[in-house]
């Protein structure tokens, strides 16, 4: 049956349909374009970060310290702007300091064999004590130089009357996406995870392809860190304090396996989209934010349980 | 001698395509039964009906005379029907006896697991198969063959009636393969009955009573082995004629190749030899005589500890496989599964794995057009039967696997060739369009060394056979010089 194959095959797709639609009647105020677009610039940090951790997951491995990363690099961003830094200066110091972070989990994981669990774990904490020696503590603040004033741009700014971090988002998950599906480097992501030794054998530098794959996942969180700095107006040095279970969980929604091998950006980016439409409805719908969790795992529960169920019937 | 089993018009069809179609066939007690036929013709849809994995559409088994349907492999287990499968199905991270005793521990009435006691009926057992493997070792520090030799002595720690083995030798050389074909006919005093299923025809014919062949799912042919033979049985399993099993033609020897001085690495011995463009080397052995090794180390994967290595006039000292294929050496490993292909991907991402450089453009962008064009001159050449090049590989049979396995090194243009058991678990027509394709590859100037457990491949395509015996070359014949029995006295030596 065409129908049933093609439900199946965008079954993301579909559970993001659903939800909308159940929302919808609920909240008719949900499908306004000024709530659709909220709901997609609350994405965009999750689906910045998610798209990193996508590329590490389809190399069989994981990145628990994003959120860390996301706090030390805003944190890092704000003391430059602070210091009147030249506004592309800052951000490319940021975004250098994030791959930086990434690539060292990334030789920790391929240099010294260390799980990438155990290596992103720790990393999760000592840069979470990093970021809270560097900051004292304390919320950096941007200053009072005109490089702020347009730094803020990148959080609460419009282009075209489209919010900036949408544009942002859209555009890294274009190249992205280019990159994972039309490039030599793209298909070694999936051979590692599909089988790293095949991989090896194959004449491929497996360790290099991992380094780049968690120092992307680094820049990621950077990026996702200076927008959440940008929107905030400071660098908070509790920032991003759980973001890597969100992250993980949009993966998990887009179908990718966290065995490695197999996956799709753009079914993080519906995955990203199913925990934004699912915080914004739960917002809505004035529950509160302690029984927000719990419908939130709840419901990411029911679908990876429903995938597994589709799957083995299929 | 009475029925042990018998299947009477079984029939099996996976979403309207006829696997199985009537099969019958009986097992007496006593006996060895040989069941034959390419890959695909439904040998293993069988064995899983047999052992409860799958339950048929039409027909029946009956067991000691009795209609059977099994739901679990553990409840034909219970009735005494054991069976050892191709693929291994050990755990890698348990030790010897955990493993022969999984799921059937040996406790004490706290419920504590009574090791040593397991240990020594573990010993027993492996001595009974002549293998010096410690009950206590790790399944994943064991080579292929130990492994295959465990799992044998744990189908025979069951005690069962009916064995079945599926392609037990293939990962097995011929000192370890006559042993198991000594417990075999011992089997058969104690009055069992075995079904035995090999792509080895010798095997058949040595150690079988009663042969069943299958062709596309149907029951082409049943009767006593000796009222058959070779050719006749080639023609059932593939029902066309095959012309010599082996082609072979001697090609000028080219420039010198490779230039091996007492290269020495872990289960590599001080080993020297020279290859030549337009040759195949095979080199033959016992399992753990180093052959595994020696492809390894050449290839870069294993580093060597001392010797040189030269190729084509260039001192080489390889760190890597990056390394490997840039000094233009292609291989081949003996294990598909594990270092071969990703099962998971597409023909056409495995095929251009090792190669997606060169098919980048200026940009960094794939040809996309260009790669799919590439692929599917290779899939012409090799005839590779499958369903578009985006079908996953684990889909494919073990023939196709291989060709597509070898395609992939050979899209690299290599100098030098490793093949390492390039037709284990494939069938007979698969094997001989294999080594059609290594003749032409030597043609096309190409030096090949072969690794082989297979004694008559080996003599069939090797222009030269070297002999590894733990570690160190023991002899080296040429094409004329070389027979079986020469071949083994060197290797035991």
Redesign the interface.
């Given at each position: 049956m065409p129908v049933k194959k093609i439900l199946i095959d965008n079954k993301s797709l579909v559970a993001l349909l659903l939800l909308m639609a159940a929302v919808s009647l609920y909240s008719p105020s949900f499908l306004s374009v000024d709530n659709l677009l909220n709901i997609l610039r609350q994405t965009s940090i999750n689906a910045i970060i998610a798209l990193g951790i996508t590329y590490v997951i389809l190399t069989a491995g994981i990145d628990l310290s994003v959120g860390s990363v996301l706090a030390l690099c805003g944190a890092v961003c704000a003391s430059l702007l602070a210091a009147d830094t030249p506004l592309v200066l800052a951000l490319l110091v940021t975004l250098s300091v994030g791959g930086l972070l990434g690539a060292a989990n990334g030789v920790v994981i391929s240099l010294f064999g260390v799980q990438p669990f155990i290596a992103t774990l720790v990393g999760m904490t000592m840069l979470r004590g990093v970021t809270l020696v560097f900051t004292d503590g304390r919320p950096v603040s941007t200053g009072d130089f005109e490089v702020a004033e347009a730094f803020y741009q990148m959080g609460g700014g419009y282009f075209v009357g489209i919010p900036i971090p949408i544009l942002l988002a859209a555009g890294v998950f274009l190249i992205g996406w280019l990159i994972l599906n039309r490039t030599a480097f793209g298909r070694y992501v999936y051979a590692i995870g599909g089988n790293e030794q095949v991989t090896r054998i194959a004449g491929i530098n497996v360790r290099r392809v991992k380094i780049i794959v968690y120092a992307l996942s680094g820049v990621m969180a950077a990026l996702a860190g200076m927008i959440l700095t940008a929107r905030l107006e400071s660098a908070q040095p509790t920032a991003g304090l759980g973001y890597e279970l969100d992250a993980i969980a949009a993966v998990v929604l887009g179908g990718t396996s966290l065995m490695g091998g197999r996956g799709t950006l753009i079914g993080t980016l519906i995955g990203a989209l199913i925990i934004g439409v699912l915080n914004n409805a739960l917002n809505l719908m004035d529950v509160s934010s302690y029984y927000q969790q719990i419908a939130k795992g709840a419901v990411i529960l029911l679908a990876v349980v429903v995938d597994s169920r589709v799957k083995s019937k299929a | 001698m009475s029925d042990l089993l018998q299947l009477e018009a079984v029939s099996k069809s996976f979403s309207a395509v006829t696997v199985l179609d009537r099969v019958s066939f009986s097992l007496k007690q006593g006996s060895v039964l040989a069941l034959a036929g390419e890959n695909g013709a439904g040998k293993s849809t069988l064995m899983k009906i047999i052992t409860g994995l799958y339950s048929c559409d039409g027909g029946q088994v009956l067991y000691r005379g009795q209609p059977v349907s099994f739901t679990s492999p553990r409840q034909a287990m219970d009735a005494g029907i054991a069976i050892i499968h191709q693929e291994l199905n050990l755990l890698p991270n348990l030790t010897v006896s955990e493993n022969i005793f999984l799921g059937r521990e040996i406790r004490n009435r706290w419920g504590l697991l009574q090791s040593a006691q397991m240990e020594q009926a573990t010993a027993k057992l492996l001595r009974d198969l002549k293998q010096d493997i410690e009950p206590d070792r790790l399944v994943t520090s064991l080579s292929l063959a130990q492994q295959q030799m465990v799992e044998i002595a744990k189908s025979l720690s069951l005690d069962a009636e009916v064995i079945i083995m599926d392609e037990p030798t293939d990962a097995l050389s011929d000192v370890e393969t006559q042993v198991l074909f000594e417990v075999v006919l011992s089997l058969k005093k104690q009055g069992k009955g075995l079904i035995f299923i090999s792509h080895r025809l010798d095997e058949i014919f040595e150690l079988c009573d009663q042969l069943a062949i299958l062709r596309d799912g149907q029951m082409v042919h049943v009767g006593p082995t000796d009222e058959i033979d070779e050719a006749q049985l080639i023609r059932h399993m593939v029902g066309r004629e095959l012309s010599e099993r082996y082609p072979y033609a001697a090609v000028p020897r080219g420039e010198l190749c490779l230039r091996v001085e007492e290269l020495s690495a872990p289960g590599v011995d001080k080993i020297s030899f020279e290859a030549y463009a337009g040759e195949v080397i095979g080199f033959s052995g016992l399992i753990g005589a180093g052959r595994t090794e020696l492809a390894r180390v050449l290839?870069g994967?294993v580093p060597q500890t001392s010797g040189r290595v030269e190729i084509k006039g260039q001192d080489v000292r390889l760190k890597?496989?990056?390394e490997?294929?840039?000094a233009g050496i292609g291989?081949v490993?003996e294990d598909r599964k594990?270092?071969?292909?990703?099962?998971?991907?597409s023909l056409k991402?495995n095929m251009?794995?090792?190669t997606?450089?060169r098919?980048?453009t200026r940009s960094?962008?794939?040809d996309?057009r260009r790669e799919r064009q590439e692929v599917g001159r290779f899939v012409e050449l090799f005839s590779i039967r499958a369903k578009g090049q985006e079908m996953s590989v684990e889909q494919m049979s073990g023939g196709n696997q291989q060709k597509v396995s070898l395609a992939?090194s050979l899209m690299?243009e290599p100098g030098i060739l490793i093949l390492d058991e390039p037709t284990r678990g494939v069938d007979v027509g698969a094997k001989r369009e294999i080594y059609a394709l290594i003749q032409s590859l030597k043609e096309q100037g190409l030096c090949i060394l072969l690794m082989s457990s297979d004694l008559p491949e080996v003599l069939g395509i090797s222009d030269r056979v070297m002999v590894l015996s733990r570690g160190c070359l023991s002899a080296s014949f040429s094409r004329d010089e070389a027979d079986q029995e020469k071949i083994m006295c060197a290797a035991v030596a």
């Open positions: - | 290839y994967l890597s496989p990056e490997g294929v840039a291989y490993s594990g270092e071969g292909l990703i099962q998971m991907h991402h251009t794995l090792g997606l450089r098919f980048a960094g962008f794939l996309q992939k690299a």
